[in-house]
């Protein structure tokens, strides 16, 4: 028999103090004299037996119940025979993810955590494999360290910008015990346990002992900034930049307000006070103007404790100078008015004959304005800049429609004859998805013109119609390609210059040059696995922030460059993306996650439910039942239980002797 705690056995001396009363009984008597002694002395020969016995009986029976409650304390055991003789893995995943940053009854939950684990393998044996894992689940979780080595990691551990993925971590645990055929697993997960999107896959048989250690916050509010985003998707200097904030109080009881806070490229720019009801969110409007073109960093802070990693979210706007658009082959003034008098536009006019097909990149809209025949050369080139992002118009001459060669390779509807028509177009094709946001209110009075004549065009699945007329007959088709659109109008411009100069025309074509301006992505999360896309930049990408350089895996595309940030960074901020010349290039906001802003925790009955095949036990917030875990991985029988029965047993035994056995 071995004890858990056998210091309690000290305990073992105070059976002496019983002891002692029974032995030196410190009673004074007081003599009574008697004239006839004889009948007396016979009773007290009889009853000082009957008192020597039961006295002994009770002496007997506190001993023993005494003794055994000291035993209890000290957790006595026998080892099993399996347990000595199976390899046994000893497991403990510590959650070192930003959540555990917060406080709780004993002080800070990572670091109660990290006390716990040191806890756990000090009173391992000296011989036990034992395997660390963190949230990065690196390759280092795969390895299996001595007491001494396991103790100096967790002496290094620190916080993660990663969630907590204790199921990833489970799947790691049972990929090792599996690999390396041991016998009996145990398994400590220290965590606060918060709910995560991701859903476990994985089985476990009786041979996993998991034991969960949760730990408790106490958070009343947490108020975080959730995201970012531009309200308008074209931004130009010297113009109003409009963002949207939405701040989420997670908080079920109190209003909580705060300041929010607004630099630019690190100068202070905007102070406003804002209150967020419990349990809701409020999108807050953000305005400011930049005089340069080209990237800016900003910041967005709240002030907030204890938990802080969700008060800054960093972002990155590109202001651009302008969009340029080309009109290739007939020139048409209506173009010119549309383009040439605003200076978010770089508009230019070019034949087929003076192209530099090379060029074709460099712009975001280009207009095929009634060209008679396009040559293989162009058509490759067209298709290029097509499936790359960009956008495509054509418009059909009223003599000739012959682009069946373009058209066959971009996988759109050929032009079929031209019909003459007297019919007007549809007020309900301006009411599709495509004019969204072009009228505030579509005027009862607005003027549609009416068509001359138009080509027939029978779009396939992957169209969508932008205009119709009233007989159905379509004016203006889209289809995505790639990252790109084309537009096909069916209308001749000569024979139609009702409808080349009405309202309607202008708007179509600003939302046209407007539809590749889709709103910017203007962050990353820094532990994102999705690669991240830059402009096209020369030789090897590193980020530089301060004095730290890390240099990224990147790939070139045709469009542009992407690179992955694999677990490189785990810092948030605004990193200067810096090309092989050593020269910025752009800048990339990155932001820790959101996903452990929330305050919501896997209960009791939910974990049990997770490990039901497995032998589970929940350690509550406490360390005694902690240590008595860890020493169940060489602990066979517990005998405490004996032990608590045995000492109630002689308890009821000596209230039976001093109330029955007479003296």
């Not at 806070?261 to 690190?266: E, P």
């Not at 709240?302 to 080309?326: C, G, H, Q, R, W």
């Not at 600003?510 to 990353?524: E, G, M, P, V, Y």
């Amino acid at each position: 028999m071995k004890f858990l705690f056998p210091q309690f056995l000290w305990a073992l001396l105070l059976l002496a103090i019983p002891l002692i009363i029974h032995l030196f009984n410190f009673r004074r008597y007081k003599k009574v004299v008697f004239s006839n002694v004889s009948m007396l002395k016979e009773i007290e020969t009889q009853s000082r037996k009957t008192k020597q016995l039961k006295k002994w009986l009770i002496l007997f029976s506190r001993l023993i119940a005494l003794s055994s409650l000291i035993l209890a304390f000290a957790l006595p055991y026998f080892p099993s025979q399996s347990s000595v003789f199976s390899r046994k893995l000893v497991s403990i995943y510590i959650d070192n993810s930003q959540s555990m940053l917060a406080e709780g009854e004993n002080g800070q939950l990572f670091e109660n955590a990290k006390n716990k684990a040191r806890q756990i393998i000090k009173n391992l044996p000296e011989n036990a494999e034992i395997q660390i894992i963190d949230n990065s689940l690196s390759s280092s979780s795969n390895k299996i360290y001595s007491t001494a080595n396991a103790l100096r990691l967790i002496d290094e551990l620190d916080i993660h910008q990663k969630p907590n993925d204790f199921f990833g971590a489970v799947k790691k645990i049972q990929s090792k015990y599996k690999s390396d055929s041991y016998g009996q697993n145990f398994s400590f997960l220290i965590s606060d346990f918060q709910v995560q999107e991701s859903t476990y896959d994985f089985t476990l048989d009786s041979s996993y002992n998991i034991y969960a250690c949760p730990e408790f916050p106490n958070l009343e509010n947490n108020l975080v900034i959730d995201s970012v985003w531009l309200v308008k998707p074209t931004i130009q200097s010297q113009e109003p930049i409009e963002i949207m904030a939405r701040i989420h109080n997670y908080g079920q009881n109190n209003s909580v307000s705060s300041k929010l806070s607004l630099k630019i490229d690190g100068t202070q720019r905007l102070a406003k006070s804002i209150n967020i009801p419990a349990g809701s969110y409020k999108n807050i409007p953000i305005s400011f103007v930049n005089k340069q073109s080209g990237r800016i960093g900003g910041e967005l802070s709240i002030t907030d404790i204890p938990i802080v990693f969700d008060n800054t979210y960093y972002f990155s706007v590109l202001i651009n100078p302008s969009i340029k658009v080309l009109e290739l082959g007939k020139q048409s003034d209506e173009f010119l008015k549309i383009f040439s008098k605003d200076s978010i536009f770089d508009f230019t006019h070019s034949t087929e004959e003076e192209l530099d097909y090379s060029s074709l990149s460099s712009f975001d809209y280009i207009i095929l304005n009634q060209l008679p025949k396009i040559s293989s050369g162009l058509s490759n080139q067209l298709k290029k800049f097509v499936f790359d992002g960009g956008i495509l118009s054509v418009i059909p001459n009223e003599k000739s429609s012959m682009h069946t060669p373009l058209f066959n390779e971009l996988g759109v509807a050929n032009y079929q004859s031209l019909a003459n028509k007297q019919i007007s177009i549809s007020p309900s094709s301006i009411q599709g998805s495509f004019y969204k946001g072009a009228y505030k209110r579509i005027p009862s009075n607005l003027f549609l013109p009416q068509i001359q004549s138009c080509y027939g065009l029978n779009s396939g699945p992957k169209s969508d119609k932008v205009l119709y007329l009233k007989d159905g007959s379509e004016i203006l088709s889209k289809t995505d390609i790639g990252s790109g659109s084309v537009f096909q109008f069916t209308v001749p411009f000569d024979s139609n210059l009702n409808y080349v100069a009405s309202e309607l025309f202008v708007i179509t074509q600003l939302k046209i040059a407007f539809s590749r301006r889709n709103t910017q992505a203007i962050a990353s999360e820094i532990n994102s696995l999705n690669p991240i896309y830059l402009p096209d930049i020369s030789g090897i990408i590193h980020l530089k922030k301060g004095d730290l350089d890390i240099v990224t895996e990147s790939y070139k595309h045709s469009s542009g460059s992407r690179i992955w940030l694999n677990d490189e960074l785990s810092e948030s901020g605004i990193y200067s993306v810096i090309n092989s010349e050593n020269i910025a290039t752009a800048k990339l906001a990155l932001n820790y996650s959101r996903k452990e802003s929330h305050q919501n925790y896997l209960d009791d009955e939910s974990l049990k439910n997770i490990f039901a095949d497995a032998q589970f036990a929940m350690n509550e917030n406490s360390l005694v039942s902690v240590l008595k875990s860890a020493k169940d991985i060489q602990n066979g029988s517990q005998l405490w239980k004996v032990f608590i029965l045995l000492c109630l047993i002689f308890l009821l035994i000596e209230i039976l002797l001093l109330r029955f056995l007479k003296s």
